[in-house]
């Protein structure tokens, strides 16, 4: 099952579409033309590619930043500042937890999209936020006796599906951040909604009493999930005497 074609498609299906139409950059173009679409447009990062239309890399605007404050060469071009190896990407035929896995495992916020080969063609681009909202719609659709049909459909490999945890005042995870959390592998924190809103998840997510957790889950590790997500922190030792006990 592969997550563009298969996923609810006015979800993750249209949004690849519409970021295929926001520009790729060449190696050759210039950081003054990077820096400009960044401020028109407001995005975090795009792909790189060369004169055929193969993925060659990635650039964001954190990689601006970082050549602007340390001073870069005049003349100096998109391939000076990109990403051009070890790049994670994602596949057209690939299910969609492959996808959130590999977001997670980087803590990055959106993968090329490329054709299987030696070729690699870039064919759009799928964010996080794209995935959340197509698990959005399907709460939507909670009432709906096909609700736990479209689910599946969004995690695409068996015995994986979505659940949302709240965390309780009294749990160990309150006050630490998402990557502090010693999560099962085979898990993702996704979102997390906090009063009326829904924020993606990251690394460095600070988490608090109340808030609900969506966790992508495969095989049988939700009980594990459920307990570390919502079990009080143990007690501490401090090796001191029990009060009231008596001195020799």
């Given amino acids: 099952m592969g997550f563009i074609d298969d996923l609810v498609e006015d979800a993750l299906k ?18 003054q033309k990077l820096a400009e679409e960044f401020d028109r447009s407001r995005h975090h990062g795009y792909p790189v590619v060369d004169d055929t239309g193969k993925l060659a890399g990635v650039v964001t605007i954190q990689d601006l930043k970082r050549a602007l404050e340390r001073g870069v060469p005049e003349g100096a ?18 299910p969609v937890g492959d996808a959130l896995r590999r977001l997670g495992v980087r803590d990055i916020g959106r993968l090329p999209v490329v054709s299987r080969g ?23 659709k909670r009432a709906d006796r096909n609700y736990h049909a479209e689910v599946e459909r969004l995690s695409g490999v068996d015995g994986a ?23 099962p592998a085979e898990c993702l924190v996704v979102s997390v909604t906090r009063g009326r809103g829904r924020m993606v998840a990251h690394g460095h997510t600070l988490l ?32 001191e005497d029990e009060p009231g006990a008596q001195q020799e």
């Fill in 14 to 31: 249209r949004r690849v579409a519409r970021e295929l139409a926001t520009p790729a950059f060449r190696g050759f173009d210039s950081l």
């Fill in 77 to 94: 071009a998109v391939k000076d500042i990109a990403t051009l190896e070890n790049i994670a990407i994602a596949h057209p035929d690939e």
């Fill in 118 to 140: 030696p070729d690699r063609q870039l064919l759009g681009v799928v964010r996080r936020v794209d995935i959340i909202r197509a698990y959005n719609i399907a709460v939507a």
């Fill in 161 to 183: 599906r979505f659940i949302d945890i709240e965390i309780p005042p009294e749990s160990q995870v309150v006050g630490r951040r998402v990557r502090e959390i010693d999560l």
């Fill in 208 to 239: 608090k009493a109340g808030d609900r957790l969506t966790v992508f889950v495969t095989g049988d590790c939700a009980e594990a999930v459920h307990q570390c997500l919502t079990a009080a922190p143990p007690p501490e030792e401090n090796g």
